[in-house]
């Protein structure tokens, strides 16, 4: 299973962006998406997750900020970020094929990982 991320950039406080996630390799339904992020010398942190029967689960800041979606069709899940703050700077990993029982923003709990894109915003 492979996951490949877009959409990052350089957004204003305040200001919105819009992520991609394109999964190959096993069908879309059946697996679970989660964005992570993290910025240097920090662990990596859940931050939106979307289970393969449509569960979401969210991290408490993004809560009413971001919001995740999947397009089964494209293979491809979302994460539209609203609001942004600087402190949301940070590079965001796409991950999939979660461990069964794990929780979905786990961040030990997923075995594929995309190579993370860069979303920086200013204040």
């Known amino acids: 299973v492979q996951a490949v991320e877009s959409g990052g950039g350089s957004v204003q406080s305040g200001g919105s962006l819009a992520l991609s996630c394109v999964v190959s390799?096993?069908?879309?339904?059946?697996?679970?998406v989660s964005w992570f992020r993290q910025v240097p010398g920090k662990e990596r942190e859940g931050v939106a997750g979307?289970?393969?029967?449509?569960?979401?689960a969210y991290a408490e800041d993004a809560k009413g900020r971001f919001s995740i979606s999947g397009d089964a069709a494209k293979s491809t899940a979302y994460l539209q970020m609203n609001m942004l703050k600087p402190e949301d700077t940070a590079k965001y990993y796409c991950?999939?094929?979660?461990?069964?029982?794990?929780?979905?923003?786990?961040?030990?709990?997923?075995?594929?990982w995309g190579q993370g894109t860069q979303v920086t915003v200013s204040s």
């Open positions: 390799g096993f069908p879309f339904r059946r697996l679970s």
């Open positions: 991950a999939t094929d979660r461990v069964p029982g794990c929780p979905l923003l786990g961040p030990r709990c997923y075995r594929s």
């Open positions: 979307l289970s393969g029967e449509g569960t979401t």
